[in-house]
């Protein structure tokens, strides 16, 4: 979703805003701006729709020396995507950038008639709002800032600056995330720690409610009611390395590629194989309460929502007495659900951002239910408001098709329903096979990976003019065909949907005819046979089925298959997410379009 970056210091700001926003280009964006103040009062706007090679190509006619500056990417929200209503927006002297949405922007408008305004966004009225108090003389900016603020409702991260003062940035955070980057008489700020990396790795995290003035030098914080805050200077933990592509052509695969290293950083020091048991220290939660667990609910939006569904089917399986309901965070922060007692609340979220699972979280701890997060980005909102947590530690995601998170998402989870079902006293010869599993998975995805991306690249060929396709599964196959429709929709724009295999009859069979294909997930198992059933309705109503299957002899005659050699049993639907992956991505490589970014799509949906 939008970004911010801002400099402050010695160096040109342009150079530091233009590369920042490239690094928050993964997001997801529709247009970008830049705006620099020079000592002698004169500012420079330049703004452009699109990418931010268009930016670049202005700028070439307007690169100043300037010293200070703000920048953003925008994803269209109040607006359509133009120039016009591009960020920074002016008001008098100010410019501001602004991420999340002001609710109350009509409310404001009218009060606000002697500003001629120019965009049909939200943010520009807030720009005018602080600009209204700002004319008033209230000098300093950060004062104008924070009484604008006050009459504003919804959620903000923002940056200003001001020709009045070309020598510092005022910034804010009200659920949308803030970076402040600490360098060597230079700050930075971003919306997103990894934009600030090759500059500083010392980074101040706002919090919501808080206000910084910023300069070369220093950063002076105060929340909304001018209490002085105390600046916690932290250490940014990732690395340029894991932000580049590393050779590959595009990141969705190499991070799909990375995904034996990745879930190796989750398992790290969690599993220990001789004993056969995990150890989760993050969640804080102590063996009695542990044992007192009855209910899970499991929060999350997208393939986190769908991590969480996988990884109930598990829990379900090896903990006795335990319910376990897993939501889409933008419709259950508005239900009137029932928790009882003895709940926790998992709070999945790859990014630590997103706007509906926040608002979950915040509601459920009013509730007074315990909540753990599952979380990738170290720091982020979702990581520091939850009681305990385990981090996936996957690395930088960048990629806005979330792949290897999900991986580890669902292994995490299920690591803490372990947890729970060690501490309940469930027999070791129960939970004993999922530990075995879980240790080799790295090693089995890796093999995989290598076997399968063959074989997907041959059968794309023949399905890559289809607009229509259905996953297929049962039991803990169902929500990994959920997942891989979502990958094919959101990626290669292909109208995927997924049922499970027993509900085709209920309805979804009548789709059965030459536009559409069928990817069968036919895993080994007790509802092996069922399935192989559903597959023959299909077959009988002249489907296009691709099979992706870990049965030796298979000889259904369907119209392709892709094998996985695989022993690995209970989590063999993972190892079939992968061909998911690779089958979404080769397909989009064949359809030509854009793998990394999807029109329409954002990373971190920090907005409702
Ligand atoms: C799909 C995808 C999204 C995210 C969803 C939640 O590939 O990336 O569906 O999973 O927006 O995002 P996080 O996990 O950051 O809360």
Redesign the pocket.
């Known amino acids: 979703m939008c970004g911010i970056v801002g400099y402050v210091g010695k160096e040109k700001a342009q150079d530091f805003l233009i590369s920042g926003l490239k690094r928050l280009e993964y997001r997801g964006y529709d247009s970008a701006g830049i705006v620099t103040l020079g000592e002698d009062g004169k500012d420079t706007l330049v703004r452009a729709k699109g990418k931010i090679v268009n930016l670049e190509d202005k700028l070439k006619h307007n690169k100043t020396a300037d010293r200070v500056g703000i920048g953003h990417t925008r994803w269209a929200t109040h607006g359509e995507p133009s120039e016009k209503n591009a960020h920074p927006h002016r008001a008098g002297d100010l410019f501001l950038v602004h991420n999340g949405i002001i609710e109350n922007y009509k409310e404001l408008k009218k009060e606000l008639s002697d500003h001629k305004f120019e965009s049909e966004t939200d943010s520009e009225v807030l720009a005018a709002l602080i600009n209204s108090f700002y004319e008033d003389g209230k000098y300093p900016l950060v004062n104008a800032v924070v009484q604008a603020l006050k009459l504003v409702k919804g959620t903000y991260g923002i940056a200003v600056v001001s020709k009045k003062n070309p020598n510092e940035v005022v910034v804010a955070r009200s659920g949308s995330p803030l970076v402040i980057g600490v360098g060597h008489d230079e700050t930075l700020i971003a919306s997103d720690a990894s934009a600030l990396l090759g500059h500083t790795k010392q980074a101040i995290y706002l919090n919501d409610g808080e206000v910084a003035t910023v300069t070369a030098n220093s950063v002076d914080i105060k929340t909304l009611n001018a209490e002085p805050v105390s600046a916690k200077v932290e250490k940014i933990e990732t690395n340029l390395a894991a932000i580049q592509k590393g050779g590959y052509e595009h990141f969705l695969l190499k991070e799909i590629m990375e995904q034996p290293d990745s879930l190796t950083e989750t398992l790290r020091g969690r599993v220990n194989l001789e004993e056969g048991i995990v150890h989760l220290g993050g969640p804080g939660i102590p063996e009695a309460e542990l044992r007192k667990i009855k209910h899970l609910v499991i929060v999350?939006?997208?393939?986190?929502y769908h991590a969480g569904l996988l990884a109930s089917y598990y829990i379900e399986k090896f903990t006795p007495g335990i319910t376990i309901e897993t939501v889409i965070a933008s419709e259950y922060r508005y239900r009137q659900a029932y928790v009882p007692e003895d709940s926790v609340a998992l709070i999945?979220?790859?990014?630590g951002?997103?706007a509906d699972?926040l608002a979950c979280l915040r509601e459920i701890k009013k509730r007074g239910v315990r909540t753990v997060g599952i979380v990738n980005a170290i720091g982020s909102t979702i990581a520091r408001e939850v009681d305990g947590g385990t981090y996936v530690h996957v690395g930088p995601e960048i990629s806005?098709?979330?792949t290897k998170?999900f991986t580890s998402q669902v292994i995490a989870m299920v690591m803490f329903g372990l947890t729970i079902a060690q501490a309940k006293g469930v027999k070791h010869s129960i939970l004993k096979p999922y530990v075995t599993e879980i240790a080799r998975l790295p090693e089995e995805i890796g093999k995989t990976l290598k076997e399968s991306e063959k074989a997907v690249k041959d059968i794309v060929k023949k399905y890559a003019d289809y607009e229509h396709g259905i996953y297929l599964g049962r039991d803990t196959a169902y929500p990994t065909a959920m997942e891989g429709a979502?990958?094919l929709k959101?990626i290669a724009y292909v109208d995927a949907n997924a049922y499970a295999f027993g509900e085709l009859k209920h309805g979804p069979l009548a789709l059965i005819d030459d536009r559409f294909f069928e990817f069968a997930l036919l895993n080994k198992g007790e509802l092996y046979d069922k399935a192989v059933s559903n597959v023959q309705e299909v077959l009988a109503r002249g489907g296009h089925i691709i099979a992706v299957t870990n049965v030796e002899k298979f000889d259904l005659a369907v119209e392709s298959v892709i094998k996985i050699s695989s022993d690995i049993e209970l989590f063999m639907p993972l190892l079939m997410n992968l061909v998911s992956q690779l089958f979404a991505y080769y397909m989009t490589i064949a359809k030509g379009y854009d793998v990394d970014q999807p029109r329409n799509l954002a990373k971190?949906?920090t907005v409702e």
């Open positions: 999350g939006c997208g393939t986190a999945v979220s790859q990014s951002e997103t699972t806005v098709a979330s998170a979502l990958k959101e971190s949906v």
